[in-house]
C-alpha cells in the first residue's frame, strides 16, 4: 500500500510538472524554435528551386544552423536556438512520462509518439549545441544526407538490420500518410484557443496549419519510402536526407516547380509553429490532482 501510494503521489507531482506554467513556455519557446528552423529550410529549399544552388548550404536543419551562425550575433542566436530545442524536447519527453494535456493524451501511440519527437529534438539539440561550442565542422553542421546514409548502414550491418531499416522506412512513410490526413481534416486545431481568433485570423491560422502540415507529412513520407528502398535493396546510398528528399522532387516531371511548392510548404510550417507558440491551448490542469493525498490510518 505504501509503495502504491508513493508512485501514485511521485506521479501526481510528476503531472503537476508537465501541467505547469513553466512547461508551457517551454512549449511555446520550442515552437518558435521549431520555427525558425522551418523558415530556414525552406528559405533555402526555395533558392534550390530557383538557382540550383543555396551558395553550398543543404536544405536541411544544418544548412539553417549554418545560415543562423553566419548571422551578427550568430553565437548568440545559436544558444538561443539551442535553449528552444531543449524546451520543446522537454515538453515533449514530458508528454511521454505524464501523457499529453488533451483528451486521450494518455493513450499509449499518443505517449510513444511524443517520445520519438522528444528524442528527435534533444538529438538535434546536442548538435546545434555542439556547433555554438567549437563551431564549423562540428556535428551540429554536419551534412544530414551523409548522415542519414551513414547510420543506415550501421543498422543494416546489425543481425535483423535490414529488417529494422524496413520498419523504420514503412513507420516513416506511414506517419507522414497520417500526417496529411490529420492536416486535411484540421485535427490541429484542436490544440488551438481559436475563440480567441477573429473569423479572418482563424481562416489565415487554419490554411497555414493545413498547407504546412501537408507539406510536412509528404516530406516524410517521400523519404520514408526512400529509406524503404534502402532496405528492400540492401543499399544505403538509397537513404535520404531532407536534402536530397527534396532536390528529387526536382528529378520528377514537374521538375523544379515541384520542389519549390514542397519549400515553401515547408515555409509555411515555420509561420504557422509560430501561431502555435501564440494559441496554443494551456494545459488542462486536473482538479483533484491539487487535492492532498489521503494519509492512511493503518
Request: charge should be positive.
Amino acid at each position: 500500500m505504501t509503495i502504491d501510494k508513493g508512485a501514485a503521489r511521485a506521479k501526481t507531482q510528476g503531472q503537476r510538472v508537465a501541467d505547469s506554467r513553466a512547461m508551457e513556455v517551454a512549449a511555446r519557446f520550442g515552437l518558435c524554435a521549431r520555427g525558425v528552423i522551418y523558415v530556414l529550410v525552406g528559405v533555402l529549399a526555395v533558392r534550390i528551386g530557383f538557382s540550383g544552388d543555396s551558395d553550398g548550404k543543404e536544405a536541411d536543419r544544418s544548412g539553417a544552423v549554418r545560415t543562423i551562425a553566419e548571422q551578427p550575433f550568430g553565437k548568440v542566436l545559436l544558444w538561443a536556438l539551442v535553449a528552444g530545442l531543449a524546451a520543446m524536447a522537454l515538453w515533449r519527453l514530458s508528454e511521454a512520462a505524464f501523457g499529453q494535456a488533451t483528451a486521450g493524451g494518455d493513450s499509449w501511440p499518443r505517449r510513444l509518439g511524443s517520445l520519438g519527437i522528444g528524442v528527435f529534438y534533444a538529438v538535434i539539440c546536442v548538435g546545434v549545441m555542439q556547433t555554438a561550442l567549437v563551431g564549423g565542422g562540428s556535428a551540429g553542421t554536419r551534412p544530414g544526407d551523409a548522415s542519414s546514409k551513414e547510420y543506415t548502414a550501421r543498422v543494416l550491418e546489425l543481425p535483423l538490420g535490414r529488417v529494422l531499416v524496413g520498419v523504420f522506412g514503412a513507420a516513416l512513410a506511414v506517419t507522414g500518410v497520417v500526417v496529411v490526413v490529420r492536416s486535411l481534416m484540421r485535427k490541429f486545431e484542436k490544440n488551438l484557443r481559436t475563440g480567441e481568433m477573429s473569423p479572418t485570423t482563424r481562416r489565415v491560422v487554419a490554411g497555414l496549419g493545413i498547407i504546412g502540415g501537408v507539406a510536412c507529412g509528404v516530406v516524410a513520407a517521400v523519404a520514408g519510402v526512400f529509406v524503404l528502398l534502402a532496405a528492400v535493396r540492401f543499399d544505403a546510398s538509397q537513404a535520404k536526407g531532407l536534402d536530397e528528399t527534396l532536390r528529387s522532387f526536382a528529378e520528377t516531371p514537374a521538375g523544379p516547380v515541384l520542389l519549390i511548392a514542397a519549400a515553401l510548404g515547408l515555409l509555411v510550417f515555420g509561420i504557422y509553429s509560430f501561431c502555435e507558440a501564440r494559441w496554443r491551448k494551456a494545459p488542462e490542469h486536473d482538479a483533484s490532482a491539487d487535492q492532498p493525498t489521503p494519509r492512511s490510518t493503518s
